[in-house]
């Protein structure tokens, strides 16, 4: 699977919209982006993934730039309960990765404070 | 999404005994789980992964008489950690693989060994 950098941290201010990129310039054309969050002492929390296009569901959006040697994760209104750190993993998906785990890197750390 | 859960969630144990972790696919069958391990202010790093049936394939430096994995049915794996020492403690989480190639968590288990 191919490696993904981000920010060690960033900061974002409730209600404001929080902006992780992730840069993953080797990304194959089969790999697709995901991110996960995790919350202190909890176990992560799937959050969105795509191919190409641009994604959006009801924790946020996905953008990714044309070459997809980039994207970002954007959550809208980010709350005080989004403080989390968040992970951006490539990977081949679907029913043939028989085997293969989700391999964390060091992720981005977001504090959304009041 | 699925529910993967965990018991117990927290243990306490003292040093040369034994402790079992359950990880069960509560509404999907899971051929492939993954088992996780996380120190203070760390990434998640696999440990190894269970295909429900045969033996569990541990990752490189994650000692197999150690960290006993049984994946008996389609819907629990089970971790022991044999002759726990101080340095085994840590944040365990489980994973389970649906059908369908997603990857979802439990909440993490938190062993502490005295």
């Known amino acids: 699977d191919a490696k993904t950098t981000q920010p060690p941290s960033m900061d974002c201010a409730e209600g404001r919209a929080a902006n992780l990129p992730c840069n993953h310039s080797?990304?194959?054309?089969?790999?697709?982006v995901y991110w996960y969050r995790q919350i202190h002492s909890q176990g992560p929390q799937y959050i969105i993934h795509?191919?190409?296009n641009n994604e959006t569901n009801e924790m946020a959006s996905l953008i990714i730039t044309e070459d997809r040697k980039s994207s970002t994760l954007i959550l809208p209104h980010a709350t005080l309960r989004d403080t989390a750190v968040y992970y951006c993993i490539v990977r081949v998906a679907g029913a043939n990765q028989a085997g293969t785990a989700l391999i964390f890197g060091k992720g981005t750390t977001l504090s959304v404070s009041s | 999404g699925a529910v993967v859960s965990q018991h117990p969630s927290w243990v306490i144990c003292k040093s040369g005994t034994s402790v079992k972790i359950e990880c069960r696919s509560l509404?999907?069958?899971?051929?492939?789980m993954f088992w996780y391990r996380q120190f203070p202010k760390q990434s998640l790093m696999l440990m190894a992964t269970s295909n429900e049936g045969s033996k569990a394939t541990y990752e490189q430096g994650v000692e197999k008489d150690k960290f006993l994995i049984n994946h008996a049915s389609l819907t629990l794996s089970t971790l022991t950690v044999t002759s726990a020492h101080p340095e085994d403690s840590s944040f365990y989480i489980c994973?389970?693989?649906?059908?369908?190639?997603?990857?979802?968590f439990g909440p993490g288990t938190r062993l502490t060994v005295t």
């Open positions: 509404d999907f069958q899971a051929t492939t």
């Open positions: 994973s389970a693989r649906t059908p369908l190639g997603e990857q979802y």
């Open positions: 080797t990304i194959s054309g089969n790999e697709y």
């Open positions: 795509g191919l190409k």
